[in-house]
């Protein structure tokens, strides 16, 4: 805590020993922004300085943009001071505070009901004696009769509670997976990625030796996301997913269903997964809640084929669970109570219109001299423009500005970028597109 004499000549000093002291705790981000400054009354109690002097320091704060006044609340650290001093602090890209998020993977505030998922989630507390153990391995197995149900309705999958295999991500069911392939399958050692951007997991299998490659259905491991085959929703067709699991199944290879965004298919009827239309046979599927619920509910899962299965539960037991036991109890009740198939309907009316919208904001905003590629589903698009700025010297010039890009491709005179509707709200479409408009033409 502060250290301040009490030398009644220096008096007229001491609100500066203030202001240097929260300046630097501030700047120093040990006071993040947003976070409530202590009152007058209890920082002069701390101090033991009269009001008067700490409140000249906050008046000097808020000033200087440190800190703002809300009425009848207090002061709070502005977010703007995340920016200040930043050529002397590393790249802290994540930390930045953005007016605008184009290229946002996360999901639109008013498509979760958190007063309803708040409910479910302290039924789950309540059960005392279950929550005393750790969870099953494979996941609850009331879990997954739930979502054995659900995914046999939404999906056409055709499978027991026992193939599945329940963890808190994507990445942590291809840990468990990649060794599983190497015993079973020793001879395979490459994998396809459908392009680069997919590094989550090609970075797991990297990590286990295999040779990573793109788009080449000559691996060993053919990875694909038949629902998301490109950043702005392009669907893979019934034909060319036949097509595959024959070329696969003739050379004996093993397929990998990311079924990524399935549930926000806009323009045409759901298409069959793979998994279903091979009868199970050499398919994993791995599903996710990711985008139906919140990013932060941690909740994947993978279907093996029998092979693959055998060699799970013979080590079974040796693998923890990394998923949230009270959230897999959570969700089990919130989808038998048909939440789930509730929430999917909400999102999908949500995200059309919103992704209508936000073509319209890019039309009012560029024109004729933009082009837009559009899938079936998604929430995003993706916008070509004339652009003489190479990637990086635009993406910086966003930044500074408080516009968050992913630039998809670049070349010499056009650029185009990644226009995700999912987290920002319809009235900022227009200003964001002005804004990049005016980065863009400068």
């Known amino acids: 805590m502060l250290d301040i004499a009490k030398d009644q000549n220096r008096t007229t000093h001491l609100y500066m020993e203030v202001y240097e002291y929260y300046k630097k705790l501030i700047l120093d981000r040990k006071m993040a922004p947003g976070s409530k400054m202590p009152s007058l009354r209890k920082c ?180 694909v996301s038949p629902a998301h085959m490109t950043k702005w929703g392009e669907i893979m067709p019934v034909k060319r997913r036949l097509e595959l699991l024959k070329y696969a199944d003739e050379r004996h290879h093993l397929v990998i269903e990311d079924d990524f965004e399935n549930e926000f298919v806009y323009f045409q009827k759901p298409t069959p997964s793979l998994f279903g239309l091979s009868g199970g046979q050499g398919v994993v599927y791995i599903g996710s809640f990711s985008r139906l619920l919140l990013p932060s509910i941690r909740i994947s899962f993978m279907i093996l084929p029998p092979e693959l299965l055998a060699a799970y539960r013979k080590k079974a037991s040796f693998y923890n669970q990394t998923a949230s036991k009270a959230e897999q109890i959570a969700l089990c009740q919130f989808i038998r109570d048909g939440h789930l198939a509730a929430q999917t309907r909400r999102l999908k009316r949500l995200y059309a219109s919103k992704l209508k919208q936000l073509r319209s904001a890019i039309r009012q905003v560029f024109g004729s001299v933009c082009q837009i590629q559009a899938g079936s589903a998604g929430t995003s698009l993706a916008l070509t423009l004339p652009c003489e700025k190479n990637g990086e010297e635009l993406k910086k010039q966003a930044r500074v500005k408080g516009l968050r890009l992913q630039i998809l491709k670049e070349t010499e005179s056009e650029v185009t970028v990644l226009m995700s509707c999912s987290s920002m709200a319809v009235q900022d479409f227009v200003p964001a597109c002005e804004l990049l408009k005016s980065i863009v033409t400068a």
Not at 108 to 120: A, N
């Open 44 to 223: 002069s109690q701390e101090l033991k300085l009269s009001r008067t002097t700490i409140e000249t320091a906050y008046l000097q704060l808020a000033a200087d943009g440190y800190i703002m006044a809300k009425a009848q609340s207090g002061y709070y650290v502005t977010e703007i001071t995340s920016h200040h001093h930043m050529s002397s602090q590393p790249d802290r890209r994540d930390e930045i505070h953005y007016r605008y998020d184009l290229a946002s993977s996360g999901v639109d505030r008013e498509s979760f009901r958190f007063d309803l998922w708040s409910r479910y989630m302290k039924s789950a507390l309540r059960q005392d004696e279950r929550m005393l153990t750790y969870g099953e391995p494979q996941g609850e197995a009331d879990f997954r009769e739930a979502l054995a149900a659900y995914i046999r309705e939404r999906r056409n999958i055709l499978c027991s509670p026992d193939d599945i295999v329940v963890g808190a991500s994507f990445q942590s069911l291809l840990q468990i997976l990649c060794p599983l392939i190497r015993e079973v399958y020793p001879n395979f050692e490459q994998v396809s990625f459908p392009t680069p951007s997919f590094v989550h997991g090609s970075t797991v299998f990297a990590d286990y030796g295999y040779e990573i490659h793109y788009r080449n259905k000559d691996c060993d491991v053919v990875y």
